[in-house]
């Protein structure tokens, strides 16, 4: 018997509503992954098999971190299913548990993880609709609203929540971005004598940075009560302040992660006082952040990208990701003649290098 076309698009659209029947529960469920995540991170269950050396059986582990065993099987159940860890057959047992790549994150990116799953960062997320309702102008601050203050002044009279965040932001530096920056574009520093990076957490990204070109000494300027709490590196000088009032002279300026966080209004005043900071014909400023691209192939940065650009909708006041159209015209208005931006394989953000000549 013949299927007509019609036939053949309603059979699709059946199976696709069937789909969905099972799809919706992946997001009534939503917030699962992330506890679960968390839960093993509280638990160290990657770090005793860091230390172990080699797989761990289930009673093993479970006397080692002091574990119910049938809730600890559960949730490596769980966790297995999705990649992190994986179960294996060694000579002593038939079950153990080793490492994945992304089990291994679970240590190395432990701050991070554990900086966004908090509670005091989940909060404002429960909010969203309210400012997408009630706010045409954008101007509220869902941070604020849920915790009184706002993110930075926050941090400023929390210093455990402050340590959570430098923490966090270090480890991405860390383990992700700069790695990923150094082995694409470290000749943009070549001839670069001092940096300054602005907003740059407690210098782990300068630290880094300097370490990979010694010729260049850095700055590491931000708030006061991030700078003040911050350990001291090698080749890095800590300046407090704020850059809404200046910026530190030096060579070049970077910011990573930054002017997201601010409408083209306060970046253009941020950017006018580092182009009065850096030498009028040399000086360059390299910019690390998104350049939102609905086109992108890679549907997982795509996913990631799209989901930063809400985030900010949670914790800014009016912080957004921008197009490389948007970026061009931002860097423009403050006053600079050309930008380069630049991809960096396989990781988040771009590289936005602008210059005054
Ligand atoms: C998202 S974090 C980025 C940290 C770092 N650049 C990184 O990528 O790891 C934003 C940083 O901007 C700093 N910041 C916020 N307002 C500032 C201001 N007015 N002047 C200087 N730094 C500021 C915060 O303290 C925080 O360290």
Not at 63 to 84: D, K, Q, T, W
Not at 297 to 316: A, G, H, P, Y
Request: glycine fraction near 6%.
């Amino acid at each position: 018997m013949e299927i007509t076309s019609k036939e053949s698009s309603w059979k699709k659209e059946e199976e696709e509503e069937e789909e969905a029947k099972i799809q919706i529960y992946k997001y009534i469920f939503g917030f699962a992954e992330a506890a679960v995540i968390k839960c093993a991170i509280e638990l160290q269950i990657a770090d005793a098999i860091e230390s172990h050396g080699s797989p761990m059986t289930l009673s093993q582990l479970s006397s080692a971190l002091n574990c119910s065993p049938s809730l600890l099987f559960r949730i490596l159940r769980f966790l297995v299913h999705r990649g992190i860890f994986k179960q294996q057959t060694t000579t002593e047992s038939p079950i153990a548990y080793s490492h994945t790549p992304l089990s291994r994150m679970l240590t190395t990116m432990a701050p991070l993880l554990l900086l966004e799953n908090s509670p005091t960062m989940v909060a404002p997320w429960h909010n969203l609709s309210a400012k997408v309702k009630a706010d045409a102008a954008g101007h509220s601050n869902l941070f604020e609203a849920a915790h009184g203050k706002d993110i930075w002044s926050y941090a400023a009279a929390n210093p455990a929540f402050n340590t959570l965040f430098n923490e966090g932001l270090g480890c991405n530096a860390r383990v992700v971005t700069l790695p990923a920056i150094l082995g694409s574009c470290r000749d943009m520093f070549n001839g670069v004598g001092s940096l300054v990076d602005v907003g740059g957490g407690n210098g782990t990204t300068l630290s880094l940075l300097v370490k990979a070109c010694p010729w260049m000494k850095g700055i590491n300027f931000d708030l006061p009560n991030v700078v003040n709490t911050s350990q001291e590196y090698e080749g890095v000088q800590h300046v407090g302040g704020s850059m809404f009032d200046y910026v530190p002279k030096a060579d070049a300026a970077f910011f990573m992660w930054i002017l997201h966080a601010w409408d083209d209004e306060e970046c253009i005043k941020i950017l006018k006082n580092c182009k009065e900071a850096i030498p009028e014909n040399t000086g360059k400023v390299i910019i690390v952040d998104t350049v939102m691209d609905e086109k992108e192939e890679n549907k997982m940065l795509l996913d990631i990208r799209l989901t930063l650009d809400i985030m900010l909708m949670t914790r800014f006041r009016k912080g957004r990701e921008r197009t490389g159209e948007e970026w061009a015209n931002l860097l423009k208005k403050a006053g600079f003649s050309r930008c380069i931006i630049t991809p960096i394989v396989g990781v988040v953000p771009s590289i936005i290098q602008a210059f005054s000549s």
